[in-house]
């Protein structure tokens, strides 16, 4: 009993039960020592001068002289062990030798790069997303990065906005699921081992809902909106201890995030009672001042740090204002005391107090530069990642001995464009990339054939090589198109108003099609396309966004059918650009269409179908799945109880593959309207041919809960809908009664 007491004691004053003084402690300690200029130094975060990921405004003069003055908190694009130590040497050269954090946007690995974050989700596999994220951090603290601005969990119903990329598409459920695995990946074993990285939510809030799709727009919507669809991944990021938080740089119904205190303030670090900290996007305080919700960048400072952002990214503001707000009496320094010690902690979570020069090591960075284990699961990955929207006659998988294969397109021997927006660039990434065409000739028999024309740039009029690329059809057996967009065609600050392919490549595609040979059209791209005309007239169609360091070896895995693709589309496709915003978890409305070319007097458009091109959570196999035998442990449910649903899915096929078992729910009447499907779970079985296997779901009156008109979450008791299925439109359906 007296030793409980002894650690109390000791706990009470800041001491751990080894008698050793808490990191809270240390911090204490630390904070009494310093200057406020140097407490303010510590809210600072410059770009590193190789390359910048946003408009550059600090010169590197004065950066380095103001680390050495212990001004400068942490730095951003500075990687490698020979460099973050240059860095760090300096840090140790100020007063109080306080390390710098070192962060980088290691968004889809690091150097094995793996599918864009949007194809990722498309394989709804948490367990490789979370593998993905383990190896970037080792490859990434194995150069020296304590931190990465990553998961970026902004939910994304525009795919006009190119920064849909990185994300993880429409769904609030399967965001939250995907952020979290991905946050698990990142911080491993927990901050202090040397392969976990800082992770960080982003962006907050609701970026992603930028008006028009346009990216840095304003966002406008209901506080119940904002908690119901996009706040949800932030706050389970929070509640999963997220090293940090990004926020976005939009205004949110006219307050830009940064200085927004209802997300900062009143529910991240008020009711999430979140104890990281927040560091602004790019310069994003200081462009309080062209949103005209600040005078100048002193005003700017003074809002931004009142309301909760610890963390000045690029600004220059807090370093040049904050000292002086605290003279005047405009910012307590109680506040600034707040900000620092969230930082710190970190610091000393991550050990580098202990050793500032633990993550800058030579000899682990040899061993991550080209980890031949990393990229076989590289590979992997990319193959589960891509989506089988067509497979007319079974014209795939592709025989390996076809006698000639034509690939013809703009991407067939694309290198650094495989990794897509969002990688670090390492120099000889050209070499260590596979194409599409070395991956195909890899797997084909010696005594086979490759042509190859590059037929169309990604985005020009040029078709100067159509002749070209229709003569190399024609010498084919089967001909591969790849077509798509260019890797800088999305990702930040690429939104597009047209979603048709770019330049002359339909163009191209129409041409090759009049040559009457069979057509597969492998699409790369960071979002959801418009291919109308293609998804009409091309026979078989994968969707192979942007895959990675092993791009060209995955396509060809899927192609020859050693891997039967079994991933599901993470947002809608519109059938054209008019269609958007369209997404499968909208409301009703007084007057639904009843199918999908109804255009009486109902919400539709007079000019376009009804339906997307593609729904939410599509995608085929080479395989057929057959789902029968839905069950529900009841029909008439009361308060607190679980309700099982069971489902059997057969493979009828003749490949052995995997599926996405999908199971959604209709809230049938609410004190809001309530959409007409719900995605509340998720499992991806393998299923050998000819067997069947029962999947499992469980639903609580936790899954049913709300945001209603008075932001009361809460569910209520009346009929639901219970639907599984292998998308979500192809479902089965049963309703049940739930009583509180
Ligand atoms: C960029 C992005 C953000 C990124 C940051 C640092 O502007 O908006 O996602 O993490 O700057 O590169």
């Not at 889809?108 to 490789?128: C, E, I, M």
């Not at 909106?225 to 205004?251: I, R």
């Not at 008020?270 to 005209?292: A, L, T």
């Not at 509340?680 to 809960?705: A, D, H, Q, W």
Request: hydrophobic share 40%; net charge neutral; with cysteine.
């Amino acid at each position: 009993m007296k030793r409980i007491y002894f650690v109390l004691a000791f706990t009470a004053f800041g001491f751990n039960a080894f008698g050793q003084k808490t990191i809270d402690q240390k911090v204490s300690a630390l904070l009494s020592k310093m200057t406020l200029e140097e407490k303010v130094g510590q809210l600072v975060q410059y770009s590193g001068f190789e390359y910048a990921t946003g408009p550059q405004n600090s010169s590197s003069a004065n950066v380095l002289n103001e680390i050495k003055q212990g001004k400068v908190g942490s730095m951003l694009n500075v990687a490698g062990a020979v460099e973050t130590r240059k860095f760090q040497e300096l840090a140790l050269r100020s007063r109080l030798k306080i390390p710098l954090l070192f962060g980088q946007d290691v968004i889809h690995g690091y150097r094995t790069t793996f599918p864009v974050n949007l194809g990722q989700a498309a394989s709804w596999d948490l367990k490789l997303i979370e593998k993905s994220e383990r190896i970037a951090a080792t490859e990434a603290s194995a150069y020296g990065i304590h931190w990465t601005f990553a998961p970026m969990v902004d939910i994304a119903r525009d795919p006009r906005w190119g920064r849909v990329m990185e994300g993880s598409g429409e769904d609030t459920y399967l965001g939250m699921q995907i952020g979290l695995a991905r946050i698990r990946g990142f911080q491993g074993k927990g901050l202090g081992a040397l392969d976990a990285i800082m992770a960080c939510a982003k962006h907050f809030a609701a970026y992603g809902a930028a008006v028009g799709g346009r990216d840095y727009n304003s966002v406008d919507m209901s506080l119940r909106q904002l908690n119901e669809t996009y706040l949800p991944p932030f706050k389970a990021a929070a509640e999963a201890g997220v090293a940090t938080f990004m926020n976005s740089f939009n205004d949110i119904n006219g307050i830009p995030a940064t200085a927004n205190r209802y997300i900062l303030r009143d529910l991240l670090k008020g009711k999430w009672n979140y104890q990281g900290f927040v560091v602004s996007d790019w310069g994003s305080i200081g462009e309080m001042v062209p949103h005209g919700y600040a005078k100048d960048n002193k005003e700017a400072a003074e809002k931004a740090l009142l309301a909760g952002s610890d963390m000045d990214m690029e600004s220059r503001a807090y370093m040049a204002e904050l000292p002086k707000l605290v003279q005047e009496g405009k910012v307590d320094p109680k506040l600034i005391d707040e900000a620092a010690r969230r930082i710190l902690i970190k610091k000393f979570e991550m050990g580098l107090f202990d050793d500032p020069y633990r993550f800058s090591n030579e000899k682990r960075q040899q061993e991550q530069t080209d980890n031949q284990e990393n990229r076989k699961f590289g590979r992997v990955f990319g193959s589960k990642s891509i989506v089988l929207l067509k497979n007319e006659k079974n014209i795939l998988p592709l025989s390996k001995s076809t006698k000639t294969v034509a690939l013809i397109g703009p991407f067939g021997k694309e290198t650094s464009a495989n990794h897509g927006f969002w990688s670090v660039a390492f120099k000889d990434d050209h070499q260590r990339i596979v194409t599409q065409f070395d991956g195909i000739k890899n797997q084909l028999d010696k005594n086979s054939t490759l042509l190859y024309a590059k037929g169309c740039n990604a985005d020009d009029q040029d078709r100067s090589m159509f002749a070209e690329a229709v003569e190399t059809a024609r010498k084919a057996d089967v001909v591969i198109m790849t077509l798509g967009e260019g890797h800088a065609m999305s990702g930040e600050a690429k939104s597009r108003s047209n979603i048709h392919f770019s330049g002359v490549q339909e163009e191209l595609l129409k041409e090759i099609e009049k040559t009457g040979k069979p057509v597969i059209l492998m699409i790369n791209a960071g979002r959801p396309l418009v291919f109308d005309w293609a998804a009409d007239h091309v026979p078989a169609i994968l969707y192979t966004w942007w895959l990675g360091t092993e791009a060209g070896n995955s396509i060809a895995d899927v192609l020859f059918g050693t891997v039967n693709p079994g991933g599901k589309l993470p947002m809608t496709f519109p059938r054209t650009e008019g269609q958007i915003p369209v997404y499968y978890n909208h409301y009703n409305t007084g007057r639904p269409a009843k199918n999908n070319t109804d255009r009486n007097y109902v919400s539709a458009y007079i000019d376009l179908d009804n339906d997307p091109k593609f729904p939410f959570g599509y995608g085929l196999s080479y395989t057929q799945f057959k789902y029968a035998d839905m069950n529900l442990s009841s029909a008439n449910l009361k308060g607190s109880q679980t309700l099982k649903i069971s489902v059997s899915v057969s493979n009828t096929g003749n490949y052995d593959g995997e599926e996405v078992v999908q199971l959604y729910i209709r809230d049938i009447f609410g004190k809001v309207v309530r959409p007409v499907k719900e995605l509340k779970g998720f499992e991806k079985v393998f299923i050998k041919k000819g067997e069947t296997k029962t999947v499992t779901f469980t639903l609580t009156p936790e899954n049913l809960k709300f945001y209603d008109d008075q932001l009361n979450y809460d569910w209520e008791a009346g009929e639901f809908d219970i639907m599984v299925g292998t998308d979500s439109r192809n479902v089965q359906t049963k309703r049940i009664n739930w009583l509180k």
